[in-house]
């Protein structure tokens, strides 16, 4: 079953979003050619920490797997889970950074590419797609609008700019823990699933494909990357569901 959060709640869970913007801000004045990932991970370990803040995905576990890492970072080809290490980033590569934070009990979760120097047209007009599409989701995320409306404007605003949507991974909720119901897909026919009622929390992430859909998982058991090795993009915004438009808590990335 969906939580409903209460204002309180809500409240709460505004704070942990505030401290994952506040950490993307902090990544966008960090972030260069020539750091690795691990660099990386470890600046946005200590800036969460300094603040009173729990990367949540430091020592996430699924089953007997437990990720290494406080951020996932993911580059080019890389959809997503992207364990840091010692990759250096280079110019005209795309890196897409997903980050969690536990605050205060409550969690608020953010995803955003960026780009290394001076990138090529096709991974610039990924981003801003995946960026666009993101918001067409959002615009459908309000009362009594059901899952699969912002699934299916997602996959209609990415696929009618010639990219594909990632077919094998979701958003989700997201309140007292990272990962709640109900699953947010990124593609779908319209008036499906669930009903989205307000005080629902949301998170919603395309994560687009220049290339083909088709995604495997590399040897290390978390970082999913797309078939073809052609790039991905990557957006996320933490959200309430509202009788009107939605709110937007992790807005100012």
Known sequence: ?????????????????????????FIEKTIAEGMTTGELNQEIDQFIR????????????????????????????EVVHGIPGDRKL??????????????????????KTFAIGEIDATRRRLMQVTWEALYCGIAQ???????????????????????????DLVGHGVGRHLHEEPQIPNFGKPNEGPKLKSGMVLAIEPMVNAGRPDVVTAVDEWTVVTADKQPSAHFEHTVVIREGEAEILTQGL
């Open 50 to 77: 300094k603040f009173g803040g729990r990367p949540a995905f430091k020592d996430y576990k699924v089953g007997d797997k437990v990720f290494p890492a406080s951020s996932c970072i993911s580059v080019e080809s």
């Open 1 to 25: 079953m969906t939580p409903i959060k209460s204002e309180r709640e809500i409240g709460l869970i505004r704070e942990s979003c505030r401290l994952v913007v506040e950490t993307f801000k």
């Open 141 to 167: 995320a309000r009362a009594r609008k059901r899952v699969n409306d912002v699934a299916h404007a997602v996959q209609r605003c990415v696929e009618a700019a010639g990219f594909s949507v990632v077919r």
């Open 90 to 111: 280079r110019a005209g590569e795309i890196v897409s950074v997903d980050v969690g934070v536990e605050y205060n009990g409550f969690f608020g979760d953010a995803a």
